[in-house]
């Protein structure tokens, strides 16, 4: 339980990575706040065994990642409730699969806001306590899309080249606090995110959803393996660990081997 007396905060962690990554650390007595939609009594449930297994709370927070207020606003209750925050996982972040010209405008601003904005939104408001204390951990879910494209995802793909950018900025800049920043970029892991944008990519491909899973998604890794939620929340852990203090400004890639080609 080596993050006891830490607290951290996870966007978009009412699910899949996000979810893990809370799990994996209240299981290290992490104080943990977690974010998202779902069904309230799911997130309870959640909530309650996050809380039992850290120890040390945990709290859900229903801040809209589209929503520069909240997430101030819930950075700051995290503060007030919790501790200030100590290791922030900025993890939210949804998909539009549409070829460029049929792409709503409205999606496209919603992508850049929650899988992009909301990180600087976050950063802005956690980095100066994490300063103050000289110690802190900033990890941003990117993915491969953050080195490579794949058509029919512009959004995404440049939200996620975004996330890429800021991380490495905000390394520079928090380099002599105590603070580091990093990117973990998986490939293709088995979550709701990537089961809803099946039917999008069969129709904006034309192929059945066998074809989707073993010629479009598996395609692409060499391992012909999902990565899984519990890999991605190990090597957030990873990172948490003082002897990584001087891993920074990394975008660690864990995709099968798909950006090695
Ligand atoms: P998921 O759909 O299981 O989880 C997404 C989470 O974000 C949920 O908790 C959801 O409630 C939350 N969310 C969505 N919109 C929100 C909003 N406006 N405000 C607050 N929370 C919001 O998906 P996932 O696959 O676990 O995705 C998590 C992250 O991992 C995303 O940034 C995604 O881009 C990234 N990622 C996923 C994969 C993959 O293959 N699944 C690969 C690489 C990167």
């Known amino acids: 339980m080596f993050l006891k007396g830490k607290t951290a905060l996870v966007t978009g962690s009412t699910s899949g990575i996000g979810l893990a990554c809370a799990k994996a650390l209240a299981a290290q007595g ?15 449930a959640e909530r309650a065994a996050l809380a039992a297994a850290s120890g040390a709370g945990a709290l859900h927070s229903p801040a809209d990642m589209t929503r520069p207020d909240e997430i101030a606003a819930m950075v700051e209750s995290c503060a007030a409730e919790l501790g200030p925050v ?59 899309h953050s080195l490579v494209a ?49 039917p999008d990519t069969m129709k904006a491909r034309g192929l059945t959803r066998e074809q989707v899973v073993n010629d479009v998604l598996l395609a692409s890794q060499p391992t012909k393996q999902f990565v899984t939620v519990d ?22 890639s864990m995709d099968g081997g798909w950006t090695a080609m």
């Open 30 to 44: 992490a104080a943990v706040m977690i974010n998202g939609f779902g069904e309230a009594a799911a997130i309870e």
């Open 150 to 198: 794949s058509p029919f995802k512009s959004a995404y793909v440049a939200a996620k080249h975004g996330i890429a950018g800021l991380t490495k900025t905000v390394a520079l800049e928090a380099a002599s606090h105590g603070v580091t920043v990093n990117c973990i970029s998986p490939g293709y892991v088995w979550t709701s995110l990537i089961e809803a944008q099946i």
């Open 86 to 144: 100590d290791i922030l996982v900025n993890n939210a972040g949804i998909q539009h699969v549409a070829p460029v010209e049929d792409f709503p405008p409205t999606k496209w601003d919603q992508i850049i806001a929650i899988n992009l904005s909301s990180a600087f939104h976050a950063i802005h408001a956690a980095l100066p306590g994490m300063k103050a204390k000289g110690w802190g951990r900033i990890v941003n879910t990117a993915s491969a």
């Open 231 to 252: 890999q991605v929340a190990a090597l957030l852990i990873h990172l948490c660990r003082d002897e990584s203090a001087s891993i920074t400004g990394a975008n660690l």
